[in-house]
């Protein structure tokens, strides 16, 4: 279980998906809005919201694309770098070498973009796939984050 309120959040797809949905289950909502109203800072990644408002889009939820877009003046946007491409670069090939892909060798592999936008920013990733991200930084579930 993580206490540290020092060190930032990284949202991933999973908890950010839930957080937008205007049919947002209550347990994610008031575990993001303690979150929110604590002096934590929270990012909410480029790549995670690409990844979050492509469904959206796919679903014609349009409320949960206004959700989204809320949300970043809520919590810091995450712009995407070239530092952070080229250290996902890294990350991606490291994983490889060590015979511990993330994905298939054709994708973009947003799981590793996603852990270098976290290595940006010194943070903890909150995220509903620990398994592939916790290679390459700390990862928890938004339900073992002590607020």
Known sequence: MITSTATPLVLDT???????????????????????????????PEIADYEVRRNFLLEDLSRALERLDGLKNQIIYLPLSTTVIKDAAGLWAEARKRGRPTGDPRELDGDVILAAQTLSVGGIVVTDNIGHLAQFVESTTWQDLVV
């Open 14 to 44: 999973g908890p950010l998906g839930m957080i937008a949905h205007p049919r947002r289950r209550l347990d994610i909502g008031t575990w993001f809005d303690a979150v929110a109203n604590s002096s934590r800072l929270i990012y909410l």
